[in-house]
């Protein structure tokens, strides 16, 4: 069965550091596109960042661009998320999503997501 | 970046209703339009993608329609199951963003 699941989530102080994993099963993550999608408590969906197969390009949010880095690891299957100089903004359920070519860059796979708490 | 509006933010419906949820992308994206749902404490499930094409396993009730910047969800006649929050996303350029979301409620 193809899945992706998120893991690393947690209570940290303002300012602090999470690193945050997503793990796929039955696929192999580094052959797709992968994302990185929040969702504040009871708000919508924020795009995060996205990782390109084959390519070190890395593309992210504004909103997070110098403070979360994206990397890879082929050997696991799996890719991270490191946040850090969190802020209490940065709170909620960080999704990783699976995009696909084939329905036009559509994300067809979604993790269940880990939660973030940024708070003192 | 390519700003997505939902409207509208909310609906109450009841069972077997027709219901039509529009999404506005402030440029032109083509096709690059999908629509998720989301139920409380869950992931987003890819409902529709390239604007009109259901997921596999998705009812023939959810249909999608529109090009360019204007597009448009429904679901011909909402069962229990439906009752969840609808987000639309465009998938033509980085940033890939999401409309507000349209709750869709119990009437």
């Known amino acids: 069965e193809v899945q992706l699941m998120e893991s690393g989530g947690g209570l940290v102080n303002p300012g602090g550091s999470l690193r945050l994993s997503c793990a796929a099963s039955?696929?192999?993550?580094?052959?797709?596109?992968i994302h990185w999608v929040r969702q504040a408590p009871g708000k919508g969906l924020e795009w995060v960042s996205s990782?390109?197969?084959?390519?070190?390009?890395?593309d992210y949010a504004d909103s997070v661009k110098g403070r979360f880095t994206v990397s890879r690891d082929h050997a696991t299957n799996s890719q991270s998320l490191q946040l850090n100089s969190l802020r209490a903004e940065d709170s909620g359920v960080y999704f990783c999503?699976?995009?696909?070519?084939?329905?036009?860059?559509?994300?067809?796979?979604w993790g269940q997501g880990t939660m973030v708490t940024v708070s003192s | 970046d390519i700003q997505m509006t939902q409207s509208p933010l909310s609906l109450s419906a009841s069972v077997g209703d027709r219901v039509t949820i529009t999404c506005r992308a402030s440029?032109?994206?083509?096709?690059?339009l999908n629509w998720y749902q989301q139920k409380p404490g869950k992931a987003p499930k890819l409902l529709i993608y390239?604007?009109?094409s259901l997921q596999s396993g998705v009812p023939s009730r959810f249909s999608g329609s529109g090009s360019g910047t204007d597009f448009t969800l429904v679901i011909s006649s909402l069962q229990p199951e439906d009752f969840a929050t609808y987000f639309c996303?465009?998938?033509?350029?980085?940033?890939?963003?999401f409309g507000q979301g349209t709750r869709v409620e119990i009437k």
């Open positions: 390239a604007a009109s």
């Open positions: 999503a699976r995009e696909s070519y084939g329905r036009l860059y559509a994300f067809d796979v």
């Open positions: 039955g696929f192999t993550l580094s052959t797709y596109s």
């Open positions: 440029q032109r994206i083509s096709y690059y």
């Open positions: 996303q465009q998938s033509y350029g980085i940033p890939r963003t």
């Open positions: 990782t390109i197969p084959s390519s070190d390009d890395i």
